[in-house]
């Protein structure tokens, strides 16, 4: 069992920026690929950023590429999502997840992902 614990969130204004954690229970954090999600008013979860377990390999939604950067600290157990020039559609509830799988395409499936945080909100005002 994993469990997973977000903060980070807030209110921020466009163009600004906020730094999302994602804290892990397992000390075998590192065997984990992460994934950040998030699910905005009215619509689908959808995938934002993921890495892998070495955190050698990311991979990024069209839709934030350049703007966010995903890391993970695994002597922490920790996994970070720094984003940068928000804009209002960010506005959304992030969760991390974990995924027990090797690093592949399919991880920007959320149905791949074993645990999840219970979310933290990021809204960015206009």
């Known amino acids: 069992q994993v469990q997973l614990v977000e903060s980070g969130g807030g209110l921020v204004q466009a163009g600004g920026s906020l730094r999302l954690s994602c804290a892990a229970s397992k000390r075998t954090f590192a065997s984990y690929v992460m994934g950040w999600f998030r699910q905005g008013p009215g619509k689908e979860r959808e995938f934002v950023a993921i890495?892998?377990?070495?955190?050698?390999?990311?991979y990024y939604a069209d839709s934030v590429k350049g703007r966010f950067l995903i890391s993970r600290d695994n002597a922490k157990n920790t996994v970070y999502l720094q984003m940068n020039s928000l804009k209002p559609e960010d506005t959304a509830v992030y969760y991390c997840?974990?995924?027990?799988?090797?690093?592949?395409?399919?991880?920007?499936?959320?149905?791949?992902?074993?645990?999840w945080g219970q979310g933290t909100q990021v809204t960015v005002a206009s």
């Open positions: 997840a974990a995924a027990g799988r090797p690093w592949n395409n399919a991880m920007i499936i959320d149905l791949n992902y074993d645990y």
């Open positions: 890495i892998s377990g070495s955190g050698g390999g990311t």
